[in-house]
């Protein structure tokens, strides 16, 4: 069936480092790949999203790039910050679904001043 | 504008108890969504709502669930004889229904524990 798996965390860093979350998937067809964060106290928001292959999905400086070839939508940012800190969740729409959304376990993401 | 709301924002029950969830989507949304995510499981997708009807119940757990909407918009989470395994947040979200993948909105989930 269709899956999502992403990093085990939490991941911790420093302020101003560089971020990579992996992100992989397995899915019929052609999927739509998202990735929702969870700040803490507050709901899941759609953070970016990518609708086919090669697509970049862009904001607040994360960035991911739906790679098909190597079935992943990796998460980056250049420079966090502590405001960063929060539970990320890789996710898919399989290509034979409008909406089902088919989560990863989430990556916690702590970032130290 | 109003995002997505759902109550209670905590219940704590004792096993054997039925327990109604509602959420209030997103003015004009149609599609609505409820999803559970507990430590065990993640997060699972439940049930799926375009206008009143469910044409999606195939991650309902168990038929002690069930999901109703009235009027397009407000949607009830009802379950019956509840187990401990059953303890988990519950979220809503809702959609404007309209094309394939669209972003979906989610509430701030109903903290379920049954006891």
């Known amino acids: 069936g269709d899956s999502v798996t992403q990093m085990e965390g939490p991941v911790t860093l420093s302020e101003e480092a560089f971020l990579t979350i992996n992100c992989t998937y397995t899915?019929?067809?052609?999927?739509?790949l998202f990735w929702y964060v969870q700040y803490p106290g507050e709901g899941l928001q759609l953070l970016l999203k990518?609708?086919?292959a090669d697509d970049k999905g862009s904001n607040k400086g994360f960035e991911a790039t739906y790679r098909k070839e190597t079935t992943s939508f990796h998460l980056e940012k250049g420079s966090v910050q502590v405001s960063d800190s929060a539970v990320y969740f890789c996710a898919l729409v399989a290509g034979d679904s409008n909406y089902q959304l088919i989560w990863g376990a989430g990556t916690k993401l702590i970032i130290k001043p | 504008g109003a995002g997505v709301s759902q109550s209670p924002s905590n219940k704590v029950t004792e096993k054997g108890k039925d327990v109604e969830l509602r959420c209030d989507p997103i003015?004009?949304?149609?599609?609505l969504y409820w999803y559970r995510q507990s430590l065990g499981q993640g997060l699972e997708f439940l049930i799926y709502?375009?206008?009143?009807?469910?044409?999606?119940k195939s991650g309902l757990p168990s038929d002690r669930f069930s999901a109703e909407r009235t009027g397009g918009s407000v949607s009830t989470l009802t379950i019956q004889r509840t187990q401990q395994e059953d303890s988990a947040v519950y979220l809503c979200?809702?959609?404007?229904?309209?094309?394939?993948?669209?972003?979906?909105?989610f509430g701030p989930g109903t903290r379920l524990l049954v006891l």
């Open positions: 990518a609708t086919k």
């Open positions: 979200a809702s959609s404007l229904g309209q094309v394939r993948a669209e972003t979906q909105y």
């Open positions: 003015s004009g949304h149609t599609a």
């Open positions: 709502f375009q206008g009143n009807s469910a044409p999606d």
């Open positions: 899915a019929t067809g052609y999927p739509s």
